[in-house]
Structure formats: structure tokens, C-alpha cells
Nanobody
């Protein structure tokens, strides 16, 4: 079992930046594919970014491509999501998720593929 705690959300003006962090505790962090998802009010949870166990495979949603960077530090049991050039439509609760995998470079894009979730951190972008 792994526990996930997100941090770094907040209120930012359009065009600003935020760095979200997700700290994991419990079982070996490096055994997990990590993903970031977001959910706006009244909307389904949507994929933002994912990173493989090794960090060698990364995928972004088209909506954040070029503005987001996902990274992980397996020595600190933490995954990060850097968000730049934020837009009001980026406003949502951001969740990190973890799923165990035997593949070093596999990634998962669908929320139903992840077994473990954090409580979320609110990102609000004002226009």
C-alpha cells in the first residue's frame, strides 16, 4: 500500500506558474507508475500527465503539452508537476495517482488504471 499527499496548489493569476508535489509513503516508490489528473466542478476526472517508473517515458494531455513538466525523484519518493502559463481553464482539483508495475518504462493514461490516489490539491487560476 502507498499513501499519497499532494501539495503546492493555490490561487494564481493567468500566465503564472505553480509546482505541485506529491509525496509518497509506504511501499517502494520506484515500483509505481505515477500520474497527475485533474477534476473541475461538474466535470469528469481527466488525465494531465504520467511518468514511468524509470522516468524514461512521459506523456502529457494535449491541453497542457508545452506548459507542463512532470518529473519524479525516486530518492525523495516524490513526483512533481510544474505548470506554466496557467489559464483559467486549468482551474481544478489536481490529484496524483500511483499504480504498481513490473515495467520500467510503462505508463498509464486512464484514471481507472490507477489503484492509489491522493486527496487532491486545489489550483485556481484567475483571469
Amino acid at each position: 500500500q502507498v499513501q499519497l499527499v499532494e501539495s503546492g496548489g493555490g490561487l494564481v493569476q493567468a500566465g503564472g506558474s505553480l509546482r505541485l508535489s506529491c509525496a509518497a509513503s509506504g511501499r517502494t516508490f520506484s515500483a509505481y507508475i505515477m500520474g497527475w489528473f485533474r477534476q473541475a466542478p461538474g466535470m469528469q476526472r481527466e488525465f494531465v500527465a504520467a511518468i514511468s517508473r524509470s522516468g524514461g517515458s512521459i506523456k502529457y494531455a494535449d491541453s497542457v503539452k508545452g506548459r507542463a513538466t512532470i518529473s519524479r525523484d525516486n530518492t525523495k519518493n516524490t513526483v512533481y508537476l510544474q505548470l506554466n502559463s496557467l489559464k483559467p481553464e486549468d482551474t481544478a482539483v489536481y490529484y496524483c495517482a500511483a499504480d504498481p508495475s513490473h515495467l520500467l518504462d510503462g505508463i498509464r493514461l486512464r484514471p481507472e488504471s490507477y489503484d492509489h490516489w491522493g486527496q487532491g490539491t486545489q489550483v485556481t487560476v484567475s483571469s
